[in-house]
Structure formats: structure tokens, C-alpha cells
């Protein structure tokens, strides 16, 4: 069942780090959860049987993937708290202890997993889907995460706090020589994403083009806490507003 998307009311208000200006607070409506909800419910394979695991604090957007999709199935939430995953190895114990299925996180939490919480010692065979975003995984460390979580699908998952995710990457079971890992994959269903390029929007995307990611669609922020002036829109020929990521990709 699909959840209703014409309501704008505020539901909530992330935080952003700031890391193209001063930390803003992120005002997002219903449109804007309900739309990221759905594309989630319909692009990961989870179920009311699923054990979610939360590492995200609450003002983080990490966070409503774990709280509202967990919610919408009727599945399990387990909290972890700030001084809980600064333990890799408590962090280990409890996914085993718990039989968590699916875990959303960003590399370095996974890394400091791979690297000083003694996988070898648990059983993570309850995994099912690793999401990672916010930053590039290390092929490295992704590579050694993966040889003991066999029969888990990773996800990379990219977006600013003021689109939520965008776009998403299938990570392949076996990673070749010719990985990328940067690769954000393909738009998701509730937006849409354009290329700038010389303050130009590229109405065709081909390959090759090099240019800054736009975004539109009900998963785009409804603005910032107490600023009415937002300057990192920009408006198409038919009055389409574009949220503009600062983010340079290559299709």
C-alpha cells in the first residue's frame, strides 16, 4: 500500500553540517518522508520479519530511514546509543545478539566494524541489506566487510540532508578491478535529477558529461529553520525549481 503524499505540513527538522556554509536546520514535510518512504518500501527487499538497527542520532536524516520504514512494515527497531557504537565490538555482539537483518550506516562506523571489531568472532548470517551513505567507502575496507557478510546486499544510498537519498547503487556481490567506488548509481523514483553545467540545465544526459547534480520532486526540503532566502535554488524554462547539491558528479 502506497502512502498519501499531498500533505505539506512540517513533520520534522534535520540538522546539516554546514559543509557549504553555515549548519542549517532542514525543514522536511510529509510529501517529503512519505515520498522517501515509498521508494523504500518498493526498492529494498524487507519485510514485517526484518530486525532494524539504528546507530543514527534523531537529527540526522539516517535516522528516518530506520525509525519510519521499521514503522511502516511493523518491524523491529533496536536502538544503539552514541557510547554503544563507539565500541565496534559491542556493536558486533549486539547485531549478533539481536539477529539484525538490516543496518544503515556510514562507512566509517562499517570500517571501524571490519577493522577493529573482530568479525570473525561473530555470526552476522541474519544480514540481509547494508545501506551506507554520507561519505565513500574505501574499497578496502568494503572488500573486507563483504568477505564476512557473504550473503548480504550493500546498498550505496547518496543525497544532501535536503533531498534525502536521491540516487542508489546495487553494490555487486564480487567487486572486480573495475569498481567504482564512487558510484551513486541510478535517480530514484521520487525525484528527479538534472546536470548543470556553465549555469545551464542539460535536458539530455549522456555519458561523459561532467556538471553539478540538481535535484527536484517531492523528496526536496520545504526550506531552511528561520532563513526565507534560498539561494541554491535555480528555475527551469517551466518554473521548475531544482535544489543545487554542490556536489559534482559525471554520468
Known sequence: QVLKRDVKNIVYILYTSGSTGEPKGVKLSNKNVLSFINWSINYFPISKKDIFCSVAPFHFDLSIFDVFV???????????NAETIRNPRLVNKLLEQHKVSVIYSTPTLFSLLANYGKLEKFDHSALKVVNYAGEVFVQEYLIKLKEHWQSTQFYNLYGPTETNVCTAFKVPYLIDNFFNERNIGHPCE???CKILVNQNIISEIKNGILGELIISGDSVFEGYMGINSLTNFIEDVNFVKWYKTGDIVRV
Open 70 to 80: 521499521s514503522l511502516f512494515y511493523g518491524a523491529k527497531l533496536i536502538l544503539f
Open 190 to 192: 521520487h525525484c528527479f
